[in-house]
């Protein structure tokens, strides 16, 4: 089993939809937890932390569940600028234990 | 306002030839990583550098070195390419010096391909 695993879609809505992502992870003593933006041939771009109360930014709401070892990114009304690929990314205590996954596709349809 | 800055951005070379991998960051970080980025496999650390000075390996450091050359400067060398090491190629860097630490900041990539 991959130490973390996405969706990878491609998820189509329209545009003003709402549209959710799991994110699973392996490893129960992860400790950290992010979601990343990747536009198409483009680098990664930090979105959001994600804490264990969950937390809101705008649009965007991520949470997370500790006890079936996953997390979650919600987009309200969603933009045709929203359309990229959301990395979820998990790490451990060590430093060199960074896990990004492999990316959920989103497309916003007019 | 550069931020992090890898050159080349494309580049193609032929099995066995060598080739180095510039990335400079302008943000005074402590933190540099190199990164390959693979279709289906998420992003993987190759190399990291928590301060200058230091580097360390990561996920997949075999058939790669790299250089801390200052506060700045994070170079990854390739010695003799292979095919399975074309790919895009990230250089990231963080504030952060201690770990946890996410990289916080992308450079634009390297589209590698070795024929």
């Known amino acids: 089993r991959k130490e973390v695993e996405q969706d990878p879609g491609p998820f189509n809505v329209p545009e003003g939809a709402t549209v959710a992502f799991n994110c699973t992870y392996s490893n129960s003593a992860s400790q950290s937890f992010f979601w990343y933006r990747q536009d198409c041939r483009k680098e990664p771009k930090l979105l959001m932390s994600?804490?264990?109360s969950g937390n809101e930014d705008g649009r965007f709401t991520a949470q997370l569940n500790r006890a079936s070892q996953y997390i979650s990114l919600l987009i309200r009304d969603s933009k045709l600028s929203d359309s990229a690929t959301y990395l979820c990314v998990v790490s451990k205590t060590s430093y060199d234990k960074v896990i990004f996954g492999p990316g959920t596709s989103l497309s916003v349809i007019p | 306002n550069a931020g992090v800055t890898q050159t080349p951005k494309f580049q193609v070379l032929k099995t066995g030839q060598s080739m180095t991998l510039q990335c400079a960051q302008d943000?005074?970080?402590?933190?540099m990583y190199w990164y390959r980025q693979d279709p289906g496999m998420g992003l993987r650390l190759i190399y990291y550098s928590a301060s200058e000075g230091t580097t360390d390996k990561g996920e997949v450091p075999n058939g790669y070195n790299v250089s801390r050359l200052n506060k700045r400067e994070f170079s990854l060398r390739l010695e003799s390419a292979a095919p399975s090491q074309t790919s895009v190629y990230f250089c990231?860097?963080?504030?952060?010096?201690?770990?946890?630490?996410?990289?916080?900041?992308f450079g634009d990539g390297t589209r590698l391909s070795i024929l």
């Open positions: 943000m005074n970080h402590n933190s």
């Open positions: 990231a860097s963080s504030e952060a010096r201690g770990s946890p630490s996410i990289p916080q900041h």
């Open positions: 994600v804490y264990s």
